[in-house]
């Protein structure tokens, strides 16, 4: 883990080859925590990541807490865990960083409470700190729920579902926001021998037990975005990329289709994905991040390192997750020549602008993806990312990697 203040990044070569080791995907495994303390049974999760996601969720889950427990900067901790809590009768206050104090949980809180959990706020009315003050079943298990917020309020329901005396009858209100995390979650829950039906915008999950059963984690598909870009940028590129699946469950494994256009060409195989550099087509299509946001980052940074222009929509989400991410990318865009607009309700487009700053400095707002979708632009030319270590959220071997790949990372300060 990198701890100085900054980094400056270069890669003097441009050219890639070899193995990258990605982290495992901390959505799945966080299910698989949560799913393995709400069956009360014990077995193997196999491939759990370094991330600080998952290790923080798995300490918690893993010995008694005491009066106050902190998801620190981790939404699906934060979420899942208020579920949990709810659904166990725990009684003691859940909080996480200042930021995570600005990220509104009010929805999930609501569906709780109508299923009879006690939850006060601390703070401001809607979001952490939250005081659990146990449960009691309050007889109803048919709960509307507005699902164009967070998926994570969603997942964090639908897992505590089968314990629930009824089970649980959710109607999913507006559009449904994140839904491939949905899909993972019940998947997942059928994997640990619950089932569910997802018609339309109803989901049902009738009284059940989770079964135990080993698990494996796939790697992060999220994380694999940046290796996408790296190899898009580069002079010449052949990566292998292990352990990411066809047949994954996580949305964010769209990158073969969507990073195909920006000239990144995927091959799967029994151990994993090769990724080779091909010539950008143009002009590119508007992309839609609905499903799939933490791609985002990812892809508005490498249009301006390819300098090409592109429409992104489906962004909604990103004002509310580790920092702002549209005023972040607007902000960092500009020091590499482009700039992020918004030309029509929920429709931004990346322009170029001017000249990239030369050495410029990537401020990375506690938000991990920005240090990690900033740096592959040093490609291009040298840059400084600061403080590195944002990545420990769920890549901490993210620099590592990076100079087993040939880039040059320099601690400053
Ligand atoms: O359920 C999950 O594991 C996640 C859901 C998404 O959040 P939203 O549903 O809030 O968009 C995603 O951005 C986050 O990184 C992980
Ligand atoms: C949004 C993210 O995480 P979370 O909401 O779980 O904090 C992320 O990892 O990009």
New binding site residues.
């Given amino acids: 883990m990198i701890l100085a203040a900054a980094v400056r990044v270069s890669h003097p070569t441009g050219v890639l080859r070899g193995r990258v080791t990605l982290p495992a995907s ?2 799945e495994a ?1 299910r698989a925590l949560i799913i393995r303390a709400l069956s009360g049974k014990d077995f193997p999760i196999h491939n759990l990541s370094d991330a600080n996601d998952t290790q923080l969720l798995n300490r918690l889950l893993s010995a008694p807490v005491g009066e106050e427990v902190s998801a620190e900067d981790a ?2 901790v934060m979420r899942f865990l208020t579920a949990y809590y709810a659904a166990t009768g725990q009684e003691l206050t859940l909080t996480g960083t200042a930021r995570m104090c600005q990220r509104p949980i009010g929805v999930l809180v609501d569906a709780l409470r109508q299923l009879g959990a006690q939850i006060d706020y601390l703070g401001q009315e809607g979001f952490p700190p939250l005081r659990m003050k146990g449960f009691t079943p309050s007889g109803s298990n048919q709960l509307t729920v507005r699902s164009d917020i ?3 309020y969603i ?1 964090a329901l639908l897992m505590i579902g089968p314990l629930l005396p009824q089970g649980l009858e959710l109607t999913l209100e507006g559009k449904i ?2 839904e491939p ?1 949905i899909r993972m979650t019940l998947a997942q829950m059928a994997y640990f021998g619950v089932e569910a039906t997802f018609e339309g915008q109803k989901i049902t999950v009738d009284k059940q037990e989770y079964q135990a059963r080993e698990y494996t984690v796939e790697s992060d598909w ?1 994380a694999a975005s940046y290796w996408f870009s790296i190899t898009a940028l580069a002079k010449e590129a052949d990566l292998f990329l292990p352990a990411l699946r066809h047949d994954s469950l996580q949305g964010d494994s769209v990158l073969p289709t969507l990073m195909a256009p920006f000239g990144v060409e995927t091959e799967f195989t029994p151990e994993g994905v090769r990724l080779t550099k091909q010539p950008v087509q143009e002009p590119l299509e508007r992309i839609n991040f609905y499903a799939c ?2 791609l985002a980052q990812t892809v508005a940074a490498l249009a301006a390192g390819l300098e090409v222009e592109v429409e992104m929509t489906g962004l909604e ?1 990103l004002r509310i ?1 580790e920092t702002d991410r549209i005023a972040a990318l607007q902000f960092e865009l500009v020091k590499f020549g482009a700039e992020l607009r918004e030309i029509a309700p929920d429709v931004f487009k990346v322009f170029l602008r001017k000249q990239p700053e030369n050495l410029a400095t990537v401020h990375t707002y506690e938000d991990h993806r920005m240090a990690m979708a900033f740096a592959p632009l040093a490609l291009k030319q040298p840059l400084v990312v600061e403080e590195p270590k944002v990545v420990r959220k769920s890549y901490p071997r993210y620099w590592e990697e990076l100079e087993k790949a040939g880039f040059e990372i320099e601690k400053m300060g």
């Fill in positions: 901390k959505s966080n939404g699906t967070s998926s994570q997942s926001s994140s995390y999220s946001p933490d989400s997750k």
